[in-house]
């Protein structure tokens, strides 16, 4: 059975899209034209002068967050999250991190399921061209999610780079429809991905929210180490005491995962982004370089 938060989003993802047109099935086995590699993330980067754009894919206000800790700490407790998109620009090509909230919610009413009321003001499409950026070469998702999985037609024809383990849970899964996905080309990886060669745009493999989770490490050239969590944590509370959700998949590994997460952080200095902190957003410049 899936847990509740899961059953409750995929809900969601209903009602954004019921007025919309379905994609025909497609049988992953036979779409997918798949590459496979396993490489860990380099010790040293070279500088190429990339840049981290940050786009708004959602609000998701939760009436009781009691789901995002397993010891009760939040029962009771309410909260906004942001929903985060990012586009990594590298002069070898432009990487689309996330993909948020379904584009069918552009601009309507918030839709309410259970604890959750989601809403989205904008297309992640239409926040990349007023930033400029009219191709993405390569698409990655920190995990499965229906708030990380929204938008898939704002990644046109790129290259999809999937942990083997987040691929597997995708294709495992009755309920939801991944056919957009499947559709794509794709490369998997297992450990980590360095999707450029040269350090600066690592892919790193989390897993314990999902099978497959991954967080994002990147190296620029002013603002110096950058993270992404994913869905690693979703508050900084959960951050600062290491909570894991009721619905992850691997509480044990979630806590594994946590310790490397903090390890290279504290590492390389790295700043931190949680994905759902509204805080954490608004602080980064357009682009943070």
């Known amino acids: 059975m899936k847990p509740y938060f899961l059953a409750a989003a995929s809900g969601l993802v209903l009602a954004a899209c019921s007025g919309s047109d379905t994609a025909p099935a497609v049988d992953p086995e036979a779409a997918l034209e798949t590459l496979t590699e396993t490489e860990e993330a380099p010790v040293e980067a070279e500088s190429q002068g990339v840049k981290l754009y940050t786009f708004d894919c959602g609000t998701i206000e939760i009436s009781d967050i009691g789901v995002f800790a397993s010891d009760g700490s939040y029962d009771g407790l309410s909260d906004t999250y942001a929903d985060g998109c990012f586009a990594i620009v590298h002069p070898k090509g432009t990487l689309l991190w ?44 920190s995990h499965l999610h229906f708030d ?58 989390l897993p314990g929210h999902t099978p497959g989770h991954t967080s994002l490490l990147l ?27 009721q619905f992850n998949s691997d509480a044990e590994q979630s806590l594994e995962s946590m310790a490397r997460f903090e390890e290279l952080a504290g590492e390389l200095g790295a700043r931190v982004i949680i994905q759902h902190s509204r805080a954490d957003l608004a602080a980064l410049p357009q682009p943070l370089d």
């Open 98 to 141: 996330d993909l948020g909230l379904p584009g069918g919610l552009a601009g309507a009413d918030p839709t309410t399921n259970g604890i959750f009321t989601v809403s989205l003001s904008r297309t992640l499409g239409d926040q990349l061209a007023d930033a400029g950026i009219d191709k993405i070469d390569y698409m990655a998702i």
């Open 148 to 205: 990380h999985t929204g938008q898939p037609e704002a990644a046109g024809d790129a290259m999809w780079i999937v942990h083997e383990d987040e691929l597997a849970a995708m294709q495992a899964d009755t309920e939801t429809d991944f056919s957009a996905f499947f559709a794509m080309d794709h490369m998997t990886f297992s450990g980590d991905h360095d999707v450029f060669g040269d350090g600066t745009v690592t892919i790193l493999a």
């Open 219 to 245: 190296k620029l050239d002013n603002a110096g180490p950058v993270m992404l969590t994913g869905d690693m944590y979703h508050r900084q509370e959960s951050r600062d005491r290491k909570l894991v959700p």
